[in-house]
């Protein structure tokens, strides 16, 4: 085992138990079997020693049931390939891990002999797995955006979020369906309630109006950013300090099946799991959900342990 990155706490969770449709065999993925987890998270949360305050580290709670709900509600043949998921998604659940090690064992597996569990324990880092699966999923070049995996005819979906705090918020979000609706490559499937949403970070401003879509588009995830970041300039976004007011603001929160980590551009959004201002409105559309790599049942409960749930208000249809 490699020595913890300096200035790292361990955060452990043993004995996790729970029942999926894992494994090579056709009855393995039609009846579901008994699971054990043991996890080790590294991350900084030397903050929480003196705030006594959740914000300052890891929710427990919210590794819990990414865990749980990844076997019980997805199948994979391999115990190996379910482990790696389970990590990938930690990671994007809380940008303050650096490192994780789980231990997955299947309670009775289907061997011939005498043999109480079999499983895997995997280790990884978050730079080396972010970045390996930038490679693997979507071949993406992240000096140029070249893309040679999508295909220009193949569309694929994408989920958004939009914000606004100045002046008519209501207008600038229409303006913002508009103006994508109107894109070459990028159709509208689904969209949420419109929300009101206490402002995050930077408390001192107005309320947001907050949404979120889910798109199909032939755009590759490196043009898509281009395009939003094209249409909030031409409706007139300023720039500003990080949390600051905004005109409005489109983030890409995920592109089906890529994961993607570079300096102008990473998928899933590294904040979006906690964040109530875009995980209510993703509720709204379950084929969202889906694409985003949750499901109904977790990402309730998420938004329920979000800073910002308090003082969240749905408007309306958008």
Request: glycine share 6%.
């Amino acid at each position: 085992m490699s020595t913890p990155t300096p200035h790292m706490d361990k955060i452990i969770i043993e004995g996790l138990k729970a029942c999926g449709k894992h494994g090579v065999l056709d009855f393995e993925r039609q009846y579901p079997q008994s699971f054990t987890v043991d996890i080790e998270i590294w991350a900084d949360i030397s903050k929480s020693y003196l705030s006594d305050d959740l914000e300052d580290t890891v929710n427990y709670a919210g590794v819990y049931d990414i865990i749980k709900t990844t076997i019980e509600t997805q199948s994979f043949r391999l115990i190996e390939r379910l482990s790696y998921v389970i990590i990938e998604k930690i990671f994007h659940y809380n940008t303050c891990i650096q490192k994780i090690k789980i231990r997955v064992i299947k309670d009775k597996a289907p061997l011939n002999g005498q043999v109480d569990s079999t499983g895997v324990e995997i280790e990884k880092s978050r730079d080396t797995t972010l970045m390996q699966d930038a490679d693997v999923k979507t071949n993406i070049d992240p000096e140029i955006g070249a893309n040679t995996n999508l295909e220009a005819d193949e569309g694929y979906k994408a989920v958004l979020a939009l914000g606004s705090n100045i002046g008519d918020r209501y207008q600038n979000i229409q303006k913002t369906l508009e103006m994508l609706s109107e894109s070459t490559g990028i159709n509208i499937l689904n969209r949420s309630n419109l929300y009101e949403t206490e402002p995050v970070g930077y408390v001192e401003q107005e309320k947001f109006y907050n949404a979120a879509i889910l798109v199909e588009t032939t755009l590759n995830p490196f043009e898509l950013y281009s395009k939003v970041k094209d249409i909030e300039n031409n409706l007139g976004r300023k720039k500003t300090f990080r949390w600051g007011p905004r005109l409005i603001d489109i983030d890409i929160i995920a592109y089906e099946r890529c994961v993607i980590n570079t300096k102008g551009l990473t998928l899933p959004h590294k904040e979006y799991m906690q964040r109530a201002f875009v995980l209510k409105p993703l509720s709204d559309m379950p084929d969202a959900v889906e694409v985003a790599g949750l499901n109904m049942t977790l990402i309730e409960k998420m938004t329920e342990c979000a800073d910002d749930y308090q003082g969240l208000k749905c408007i309306g249809p958008l």
